[in-house]
């Protein structure tokens, strides 16, 4: 049932969902031995939302989705499929089943996509082809987080830079003109050890010819350096590929809007691509890194606060563990 073969791609709307308690720098103090100065002048970072309670992967990227659904104008009976990006699923089969239940998505097929700090540009790239190609009119792409739940809390190089969080798009097709004006994603599993959330498990004999491994994820483990070195060599070369597949230079970027991993990262990234501060978009302080969330709960404030307008082009790129890494370049509405 492929219709509109060729269609372009529109977002329409967008939404996002925190968790009610803020942890703030003095009180990651208490848990590990470190101090706002550090992280502050490290990272950016000066606060970030804890799930706790009934809270949870679900609840959160539901509420995104309804944000988003609402500003769009869309009704969940009308999306066509939903896409959640998370590397932190509340159950391994999938989440995105869970968030078409709860948002009464009747008709939209659900699944969970993996590609962590850069699930969300990943998810934007995948939902396009299928818009693209006539499948689908209206998608639900949501990037949602719960790294609380892996973090090492005993980890002070780690744990002071995550924070729970989901953000959602509408994403439509459009006869009015492709609004995804280009992209670049890139893997190389050859780095895959320097950012880890991984199982780890023990074989036991099952019976005399079979052996099982069983055991659970193990708390994140990061190379800090490596990834940061990693962030500001391969984020601006993804973000000129894209560029040039967009056919526009970077002066025509209104926004920079990346993942947010660390603020001397984002200024890097700005800097070598010559985008003005101005321009880089940071929530930071407040969230720190939401991982697959970061981008649309971003996207989401600054549009809610009426900095991005209609037809601004905006420059996103995510990356991290994989590792992973990709660019898309849209324009608002
Ligand atoms: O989504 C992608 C995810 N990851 C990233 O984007 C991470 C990219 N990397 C980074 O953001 C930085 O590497 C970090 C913020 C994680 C760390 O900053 P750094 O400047 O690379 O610090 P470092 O690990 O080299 O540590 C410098 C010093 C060390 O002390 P010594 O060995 O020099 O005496 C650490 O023990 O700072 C110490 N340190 C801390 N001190 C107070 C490390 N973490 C802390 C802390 N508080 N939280």
Known sequence: MLHDVG???AVVGCGSAVPAVALDNDGLSRVVETSDEWIASRTGIRERRIASGDEC??????TACQ????MAGVDAADVDLILLATSTPDDLFGTAGQVQFALGATKAVAFDLTAACSGFVFGLVTAAQFIRTGAYRTVLLIGADVLSRWTDWGDRRTCILF???AGAVVLQATAEGDRLL???????GSLSGSLNLAFAGQARP?????TVTQGTFQPITMNGQEIYRFAVKRVPEVIEKALFRADIGVEQVDWLLLHQANQRI??????????PRDKIISNMATYGNTSAASIPLALDQWVRSGQIKPGDTIASA????GLTWGAAIFQWK
């Open 57 to 62: 992967l679900r609840s959160l990227a539901t």
């Open 266 to 275: 984002l200024d890097a990234v700005g800097d070598r691509l010559g985008i």
């Open 206 to 210: 099952l019976t005399d010819e079979t």
């Open 182 to 188: 280009g992209f670049e994603l890139h893997s190389d």
């Open 7 to 9: 269609a372009g791609v």
């Open 163 to 165: 924070g729970d969080g």
């Open 67 to 70: 944000n988003a659904l609402e």
């Open 318 to 321: 995510g990356f991290g563990a």
